[in-house]
């Protein structure tokens, strides 16, 4: 149905005039009754939101940054944006524990190289961004507080025609919205997705997964991540089908919530990364549980980590007894630069697992283990979604055949052009028509196995981390050698996503002066909004260097993980 | 006053030596101390109390001294009860 309207608008408007009285957003709060909006009264929020955006300047094809706390009205703000034809971004609202100087670093690099235009957040983060309008690299024009036009707006006649007309100078292929695919202290990567891109988007995987009236979509994902945005908003809201957005940081205070939302909703499908498997089967209590209900979820979709058959079963045990059927148990690869999915397990059968040999998959091959104790269980994500190929890539660009581990690359009709401004970072990665995942997996039997990064980026909770800003922070920590620090993600089974831990070069020797630095250590990871699980500090001229001369991360995670040396401090 | 009792529980979760908390302390101030050892925390503190938070009470705690006054709360009543 998506393709037959040219913008994302016009399918939200269709709603309107088909069925106004529809749920379109339960919008979910802990501590509150949920609100709910249907289409009509969303789009007439959003009209108002469009009046003020055109009074105050903003124009079509103007990209208007949004830093925003789980608000209800983030909803017709985000759609108000679109009504004139202006580029919405979801940026997330800083952590109260990073940094003000790194939010500040990491906004004007943001605004820098993704070219933003407006700002529209709350009050309380003026005094942090307004430097950034005065500076005269900045694009940034203006910064808005559209949460206090709401509750100032005095009724007035709105100007549908300059809405439609600035709306109408855009066309299919103009840019609908910009998301930010990875990164932590501004070295994130803007990828613009236009109408078409996201409406030939929904029309696939809404079929991949056999979405109908029937479904229900419950998120607690933020919506500056690609799975929030694009599987748990966008795609409900162009087909009709109502979402609950839950808050995501009380979700991660009171992971219950997701349950409650589900089993009062009656709710259908949700997407999940790997880690939220077992922080819900570990941290929600069994008194929590009483008169919970989840047996009208038919999918609950692993996506954005590694998908981990130990998180599925430990899931499937614990909930299990309160209606989560084992054929719910869905995976999905997805990623910001194909607007989301590439792949999908099939909808009412349970992700297939594969035992393989351990030993032989290091050496990149894919067979049944050949000894006890060699067992590797690997999930899959399924198979390309409509208009999607995949293929697997040795070192050397040569495509291999099933059951051969190598780089995952993509071609698909919802492949974003490029990243905004960085010209060479997009041709790294994108040859041919061909994207480059720096994914590591395999084909057996027709559907895709993703099993880590081909790179050193770090995936925490679904979040994807640069080695190396970690270790420009802990560079600057007093004690530390400069230059001779490693950062590396650590697998933990327990909580099924991976710990950050550094390796540190100090010349102090006893644990007096090593306590307090490790301690530094992690409150300078902590700056930036990343938790350092594990400091291993060593002495001088410990580090493997690599061919480049820089210590490398590989090299020294293997020989701190292997050896476990006494003179390190743990 | 944060009691050490309470201060052991958070520092051993967060793997830390030693660290100074006061009623003021904010989670985010304690290195390690994010938004998923936060739910890990509160077990650690539920199974050491013998209590239970429920979803409201742990959505207000603002800071260690909110918290600190929910545990001595809920350890009055369950010794009333």
């Known amino acids: 149905m ?7 608008w016009d399918c939200w408007e269709n709603h309107v005039k088909e069925h106004p009285q529809y749920e379109a957003i339960v919008h979910w709060d802990a501590l509150g009754k949920p609100f709910r909006w249907t289409y009509g009264n969303l789009l007439e929020e959003a009209l108002k939101i469009a009046d003020n955006l055109m009074h105050q300047g903003v124009k079509a094809g103007d990209v208007c940054a949004l830093i ?38 990491g906004l004007s690099g943001m605004a820098q190289k993704s070219g933003l235009d407006w700002v529209m957040t709350e009050r309380e983060l003026e005094l942090s961004i307004k430097p950034l309008i005065i500076n005269e690299q900045s694009t940034i024009k203006g910064i808005f507080f559209p949460l206090e036009w709401i509750n100032s707006q005095q009724p007035k006649e709105l100007k549908y025609e300059l809405i439609n007309k600035s709306r109408n100078t855009i066309n299919s292929s103009a840019p609908f919205l910009l998301q930010h695919s990875s990164g932590t202290t501004g070295l994130q990567k803007a990828v613009v997705l236009s109408h078409k891109a996201v409406l030939e988007h929904i029309k696939r995987y809404s079929k991949a997964i056999k979405l109908s009236e029937e479904d229900k979509i419950v998120n607690w994902l933020p919506l500056y991540h690609d799975m929030g945005l694009i599987a748990a908003f966008h795609i409900p809201l162009a087909l009709g089908i109502p979402s609950i957005q839950l808050d995501p940081f009380q979700w991660v205070s009171a992971p219950i919530i997701l349950f409650q939302a589900i089993s009062e909703e009656k709710a259908t499908l949700t997407w999940l990364p790997n880690f939220a498997y077992n922080f819900l089967a570990d941290r929600v209590d069994e008194e929590e549980m009483e008169g919970i209900d989840l047996s009208s979820m038919r999918m609950f979709v692993n996506c954005s980590e590694v998908v981990r058959s130990e998180s599925h079963k430990k899931f499937f045990n614990r909930f299990q007894k309160y209606g989560v059927k084992k054929e719910s148990l869905a995976a999905c690869y997805a990623m910001a630069e194909t ?30 283990p050949q000894y006890a104790g060699l067992e590797k269980i690997c999930v899959s994500s399924g198979k390309p979604i409509s208009d999607c190929l995949l293929k697997i890539i040795d070192e050397n660009g040569v495509e291999l055949p099933e059951n051969r581990v190598g780089k995952v690359f993509i071609k698909s009709i919802s492949l974003f052009d490029g990243y905004r401004n960085k010209p060479e970072t997009t041709s790294q990665v994108l040859k041919d028509g061909w994207y480059s995942s720096g994914d590591i997996g ?29 270790e420009d922070v802990v560079n600057n920590v007093k004690g530390v050698i400069p230059g001779r620090i490693v950062a590396f993600g650590v697998e933990n089974l327990e909580t099924g996503t991976e710990d950050v831990a550094v390796i540190a070069e100090t010349s102090c020797e006893d644990a007096i002066e090593k306590n307090p630095l490790e301690l530094t250590i992690k ?3 902590m700056d930036i909004d ?41 | ?66 918290l600190q006054i929910l545990i001595n709360s809920k350890i009055t009543n369950n010794n009333q009860g």
């Open chain 1, 2 to 8: 998506t393709s037959v309207f040219q913008l994302v």
């Open chain 2, 1 to 66: 006053m944060i009691s050490g009792r309470l201060k052991k529980v958070i520092l051993k979760v967060l793997k830390l030596n030693s660290f100074d908390l006061y009623d003021e302390t904010l989670a985010y101030q304690v290195p390690g101390w994010d938004s998923l050892s936060h739910v890990i925390i509160l077990a650690a503190i539920e199974k050491e109390y013998g209590i239970h938070f429920r979803v409201a009470e742990v959505l207000r705690l603002r800071n260690l001294g909110d």
């Open chain 1, 523 to 525: 409150q300078a990871g």
């Open chain 1, 68 to 105: 925003l706390r789980h608000n209800k009205y983030f909803y017709p703000i985000y759609m108000g944006i679109a009504a004139i034809g202006a580029i919405p971004a979801v940026l997330a609202y800083p952590n109260v524990r990073l940094h003000p100087a790194k939010f500040f670093h």
């Open chain 1, 530 to 570: 990343v938790t350092i699980s594990v400091v291993y500090l060593v002495p001088p001229r410990w580090l493997i260097k690599s061919s480049s001369g820089k210590p490398s991360r590989k090299a020294n995670k293997e020989r701190i993980l292997v050896n476990n040396v006494d003179l390190i401090k743990k």
């Open chain 1, 339 to 368: 607007t989301f999915a590439v792949t999908q397990t099939e909808p009412g059968f349970e992700a297939r697992m594969l035992t393989v040999d351990r030993n032989a998959l290091a050496r990149k091959i894919v067979q049944p």
């Open chain 1, 442 to 470: 395999f084909l057996h039997n027709g559907e895709y196995f993703i099993i880590g990064r081909g790179d050193d980026v770090i995936i925490v909770a679904g979040k994807n981390i640069f080695p190396e800003d970690i």
